[in-house]
């Protein structure tokens, strides 16, 4: 499942304000770089909790490459 492009526009960390990355999966998730969080995806629903927010692990989702 997709998270529709609108949503991934206006969806913002709970923690820090930052854009997030959506990572198609499995499992799917949204990453935050600025507060190091990743946030579950279950059922197309991204869940916003910082609670339930886990530790980004780079080596899981490292950075996309920077294109010139």
Do not use: F, N
């Amino acid at each position: 499942m997709s998270l529709a492009p609108e949503l991934l526009r206006i969806l913002v960390c709970p923690k820090s304000k930052a854009p997030l990355e959506y990572h198609a999966g499995p499992p799917e998730v949204l990453v935050c770089r600025e507060s190091k969080l990743v946030y579950p995806v279950q059922d197309g629903i991204p869940v916003m909790l910082i609670e339930e927010a886990k530790p980004l692990d780079e080596a899981v989702y490292p950075p996309a490459p920077l294109t010139p």
